[in-house]
């Protein structure tokens, strides 16, 4: 069974940082594309950032640039989600995600990020 | 990077079908086949109901089907079930790697 399981989240305040982590299990990790996307509480889903296989290829929504980091460790299972400059906007569950070709095929469950004073 | 336009809000009689739209550009629905729908129930993690644009994935019922006209993109779920109440949202290849999703739809069943 494919299994993805984040962790990371927390309480911050504006303009701190935190690193988000996601452990996979049972699929090739090393062949995987993989995203963070998140979910405002009682917003719609937004893409954050996407990772090569290799780690060679980033992308990231605009909003993002700049401030947030994703990166791989493949002798791991593991992702990334370095975030600088957190702003209360950024307050979100952030999801672990396999990427197949444009879809998401696996979700992890999820873990919350607050950005408050 | 502009979030794909669906409707807030759909509904539909148990047993009938309801369709929900999600309006792109030609950047992005309009010239990707990487389409796909996710549901979403309160609570819990998104799952993937359509991909390239009309694709079940094994497990999803065939009530449920996909389609794409110019940059408009359609989910259509048909046989109305109460199980498929929920939020239903899109998302489309933009190029370069990026991806966009719908603002979500809430879909009612009467």
């Known amino acids: 069974e494919v299994q993805l399981v984040e962790s990371g989240g927390g309480l911050v305040q504006p303009g701190g940082s935190l690193r988000l982590s996601c452990v996979a299990s049972?699929?090739?990790?090393?062949?995987?594309?993989m995203s963070w996307v998140r979910q405002a509480p009682g917003k719609g889903l937004e893409w954050v950032a996407t990772?090569?296989?290799?780690?060679?290829?980033?992308y990231y929504v605009d909003p993002v640039k700049g401030r947030f980091t994703v990166s791989r460790d493949n002798a791991k299972n593991s992702l990334y989600l370095q975030m600088s400059g957190l702003r209360v906007e950024d307050t979100a569950v952030y999801y672990c995600?396999?990427?197949?070709?444009?879809?998401?095929?696996?979700w992890g469950l999820g873990t919350p990020v607050t950005v408050s004073s | 990077q502009s979030a794909l336009t669906q409707p807030p809000s759909a509904s539909g009689s148990l047993g009938q079908s309801v369709t929900i739209s999600c309006t792109g550009t030609?950047?992005?629905?309009?010239?990707?086949?990487?389409v796909s729908w996710y549901q979403q129930h309160p609570g819990k993690v998104p799952k993937l109901m359509i991909y390239?644009?009309?694709e079940r994935p094994s497990g999803v019922p065939d009530r449920f089907s996909g389609s794409k006209s110019g940059n408009t993109a359609s989910l259509t779920v048909s046989g109305l079930q109460a199980e498929d109440e929920g939020d239903y949202y899109c998302?489309?290849?933009?190029?370069?790697?990026?991806?966009?999703f719908g603002g979500g739809t809430k879909v009612t069943v009467l």
């Open positions: 995600a396999a990427l197949n070709w444009y879809k998401v095929s696996t």
């Open positions: 049972g699929l090739p990790f090393n062949i995987w594309w």
């Open positions: 990772i090569q296989d290799d780690g060679t290829g980033k």
């Open positions: 030609s950047a992005d629905v309009g010239g990707s086949n990487y």
């Open positions: 390239e644009v009309s």
């Open positions: 998302s489309s290849h933009a190029g370069n790697n990026i991806l966009l």
